[in-house]
């Protein structure tokens, strides 16, 4: 197997050309930090970015940063931090839950992941602040699409394409993100002992007030001693309030009077509730080292812990859930990943989909990966695949 | 605008008109099919009124079978379809074809249900923007995406175009706030994309469809986001003697950390069109008027107006009125929102352009304007989303003199490629539709363009929906599909290169 190490977008696009002209697939890499999720790639050639680096632009008066695709994630979000901006789509870091290390990964790949965090509940994933991308398709063209300014309707918006492809429609060289100012401060109150139900209800009530809270989530019995915050371990379902000092405190107060009844309050203040909300993000609970299978469930959040219990019927789990219930982490005690049984289940209540992040390479062959699409959804995907890479030369497999 | 080339009606459909027609009736029974010269004319145009042409026939179906048996029958038949919702693009996107069936979906206008607990709403594409807002205020919830047309626009052709409004630093686009959809391809497939989860599973082609104009599928069905409304929210008027100090203290602005809820500027000779129309009070001494609001808890818009305020006050400001009641803040906005009007009063016609550029380098793009106004010798007024950097030039003309109406759209044109010169776009928020279609390759290369038709050609491989518009030139989806092979000159060695 050869790597080839580009370090220009010209080197990517003489590389991808002479890949389309044989035919050979090869794997796109980054730091290969997420290379455990999907299907293992079947390519003899990788394409390895992480020396195609550099923060080509970023103007923060304009809320716009534009790096090249190698460039470490950790580098540009210490560049935001010393600017007090951030990416509001907060990525969630792999490493710890896939057992390898804290702070790799690329810009590059955390569009083709789509990675969000915590907030994507109110301030959305990666494919809501990408504004443009410079790539090369796996047919050995480049191309640009979107812009530098964040209102732009010029044609298709095939940035947002690229998020979530894993790398499976072009190879991006080039990204331009939006940012936008990093809270002054935060505040985190915790109610504590729910059960799921009374956890979603809460939730709802707290997203649904005027309080703006940019965070939900609900950590059931145990979860809590597995992260930083000093929670404990009996229920906690946690709210952030993040934005100026004042209101903050006000904002807080008015969960206090909502959610006073529910049962007993407490209050983590910036650096707490920082620490809390970080390992809430990477998956922390279940970042064990191990290989026990762990889902990442999308679904309504009301209906979210509804399929845990009936899931809990069936199988040995631990849960714990973020997005105000809709993002469910799931990790099967007994080893099996039981795919059709938490497929089915999601169906059952409302849809949504089920991402088999973790599991040993031996079961992620067996099952798909990726939540399976119906007949007409999945044919259209393949037309928009062979549109980008008619040869399949890019990350083959990957996605199924 | 008589340069427009429009795709070459197919004779032979126009030949069958009276059996497709007839064939339309079966699919849709009763009031649903329009096929008289008086009847068709109210469809004639959209917002876009200089461009108009009858359709073929006008369908206005009910249910999504109906739909997916239209485009399937057009299909296996080769005939055109142009999507319409309320027809208040102002590009045309919605401008009709002589051979193609206007699909009108206004008939789609139920609201399918509210839930708070997940706080979105289920809607048919028919529904008008406001109409989710006024389902659900009563509650305290809104829908954030506002653009100016939101009493009329749909929310099915909200997606369509990826609608803005003057929230949308804060809030998002439509892109950002739609969660699912159901849509119809050409073929009749019926597809959903998302749902009342976040993250549509697999490519991310609800983003795609997501300001396609029309040209991959036909939205059925919307499930949007609703937001708690802001406790409160208060505005500043803020004058500045040059347009530079004002495009500073937005910037001055950002950097303190300040998203406010809206942040919009006007030039003096937009102040003076509004203020003559509205006797909002504006300051008629001033070059560039900026309009902040701040919403959120009473403590928060407190604390940030008096942070913009002395912002304001180290930029230069003459004048800086903060409201004091909720009256006042609607009369700061209500010449602002009347600016489109009154400067129709002061001119005969005008046309509205609509690009994008870095906030930056809006004093350039007004000097460049100045000159162009000059050269063309027709007068331009700037309305101007400012935290989002998206530019109103309002170019007056008077259609009734020969040849204005022309020297108005060279001029627009060359406003637009202005704006692409100093890193911005062709369109913010109001789409490519027919009007900047042969701009686009002043934005885009002939590679960049055939990479986004061949995405078309995975929905719609045969360009039966909404062709015409988008692209200047539509190439065969076999020609686009063609692979040039560099694999001879490109002698790659089996081992590492670079």
Not at chain 1, 177 to 189: I, W
Not at chain 2, 305 to 319: D, Q
């Amino acid at each position: 197997m050869a790597v080839l190490s580009p370090s220009s977008p010209d080197d990517v696009l003489a590389a991808l050309q002479w890949a389309a002209g044989e035919g050979t697939p090869v794997e796109i890499l980054g730091h290969g930090s997420k290379r455990g999720i999907g299907w293992p790639v079947q390519a003899q050639h990788a394409l390895d970015l992480s020396g195609l680096t550099g923060i080509t632009l970023y103007e923060p008066a304009e809320l716009v940063l534009s790096a090249r695709a190698g460039t470490p994630l950790a580098d540009i979000e210490a560049l935001l931090a010393q600017n007090r901006q951030q990416f509001a789509f907060e990525p969630m870091d792999h490493g710890p839950l896939l057992g390898g290390s804290e702070g790799r990964g690329t810009i590059g790949g955390a569009l083709a992941a789509n990675l969000s965090g915590p907030r994507r509940l109110t301030a959305g994933a990666a494919r809501d602040h990408i504004l443009g991308v410079q790539a090369v398709s796996g047919r050995g063209e480049a191309f640009k699409a979107g812009g530098r300014v964040v209102k732009n309707v010029t044609g298709y918006d095939l940035s947002k394409l690229m998020a979530g492809s894993w790398g499976t429609l072009a190879v991006a060289t080039d990204v331009t993100f939006k940012v936008l100012p990093a809270a002054e401060t935060e505040t985190t109150l915790a109610l504590r002992g729910q059960l799921d139900e009374d956890a979603a209800a809460a939730m709802a009530l707290a997203m649904g007030s005027s309080a703006e809270v940019s965070a939900a989530a609900h950590l059931p019995e145990g979860i809590g001693r597995r992260l930083a915050g000093d929670l404990g371990g009996d229920p906690a379902t946690i709210l952030r309030v993040e934005g100026f000092g004042p209101s903050v405190a006000y904002r807080i107060e008015t969960l206090k009077t909502l959610l006073g009844a529910a049962g007993p309050l407490e209050e983590l203040p910036a650096g707490r509730s920082r620490a809390l909300w970080r390992d809430v993000r990477d998956c922390k609970p279940f970042a064990d080292g191990g290989e026990k299978p762990v889902w990442r469930i999308s679904m309504a959040p009301s209906q979210a812990h509804r399929m845990v219990m009936a899931l809990r019927m069936q199988a040995a789990v631990d849960a714990f859930y973020d997005w105000q219930g809709g993002l469910v982490w799931l990790r099967m005690e007994a080893g099996d990943a039981e795919a059709d049984i938490v497929r089915g289940l999601v169906r059952q209540f409302g849809g949504g989909h089920a991402t088999l992040v973790r599991a040993s390479a031996d079961i992620r062959a067996r099952l798909p990966v990726f939540e399976p699409q119906p007949p007409a959804l999945a044919a259209l995907a393949a037309r928009v695949k062979e549109q980008f890479d008619p040869k399949g030369i890019l990350n083959p497999g990957r996605m199924g | 605008m008589s340069s427009l080339a429009m795709p070459q009606p197919d004779g032979a459909t126009l030949s069958r008109r009276g059996e497709i027609v007839a064939d339309m009736r079966v699919i849709v029974p009763g009031e649903g099919v329009v096929d008289t010269v008086n009847e068709m004319r109210a469809f004639e145009s959209d917002g876009l009124t200089a461009y108009r042409q009858l359709p073929l026939v006008v369908v206005l179906p009910e249910t999504v079978r109906q739909v997916s048996r239209i485009l399937k029958y057009c299909s296996e038949r080769n005939i055109r379809v142009v999507p319409r919702g309320s027809g208040t693009s102002l590009s045309g996107g919605a401008l009709p074809l002589q051979d193609a069936v206007l699909l009108v979906m206004s008939r789609f206008n139920r609201i399918l249900e509210i839930d708070f607990p997940n706080r979105c709403v289920v809607a048919q594409p028919g529904v008008t923007n406001l109409g989710i807002t006024v389902a659900v205020q009563e509650d305290g919830f809104y829908y954030a995406p506002d653009p100016s047309s939101q009493i009329a626009c749909s929310i099915g052709g909200n997606v369509a175009e990826n609608s803005g409004g003057v929230h949308c630093l804060k809030y998002g686009l439509t892109a950002n706030n739609v969660l699912g959809i159901e849509m119809v391809l050409m073929n009749g497939d019926v597809v959903r994309l998302g749902g009342r989860h976040l993250d549509a599973d697999g490519y991310d082609l609800l983003g795609v469809m997501t300001g396609s104009e029309g040209l991959l599928g036909v939205v059925t069905e919307v499930t949007v986001r609703i937001l708690k409304k802001p406790e409160t929210a208060r505005a500043l008027l803020i004058g500045f003697p040059t347009s530079e100090q004002g495009g500073q203290c937005v910037a001055d602005i950002i950097g303190a950390g300040i998203i406010p809820g809206g942040m919009e500027m006007m030039d003096r000779p937009a102040i003076h069109a509004a203020e003559a129309f509205v006797h909002a009070g504006y300051p008629l001494d001033c070059e560039a008027l900026l309009i902040v609001e701040l919403d959120g808890p009473g403590v928060e818009v407190d604390h940030l107006i008096a942070a913009v305020e002395a912002i304001a006050l180290r930029n230069g400001s003459t004048t800086c009125r903060i409201s004091a009641s909720e009256q006042e803040r609607l009369a700061f906005w209500a010449g602002r929102k009347a600016a489109f009007p009154a400067v129709g009063r002061i001119s005969p016609d005008y046309y509205c352009m609509d690009g994008t550029i870095p906030r930056k380098e809006l004093p350039r793009v007004l000097a460049g304007m100045r000159d162009l106004s000059d050269r063309y010798g027709l007068r331009v007024a700037n309305v101007f989303h400012a935290g989002d950097g998206n530019l109103h030039p309002l170019i007056l003309y008077d259609a009734n003199k020969p040849g204005e109406l022309d020297r108005a759209e060279r001029f627009g044109a060359d406003i637009l490629r202005l704006c692409v010169q100093v890193g911005g776009v062709l369109t913010g928020e109001h789409g490519v539709g027919v009007e900047k279609r042969d701009l686009m390759p002043e934005m885009f290369s002939q590679a960049d363009l055939d990479q986004q038709m061949r995405v078309k050609c995975a929905f719609d491989p045969h360009h039966l929906l909404n062709p015409g518009k988008v692209f200047p030139q539509l190439r065969r989806c076999a020609e686009l599909g063609r692979m040039h092979v560099h694999g001879g000159q490109m002698a790659f060695p089996d081992i590492p290169r670079f």
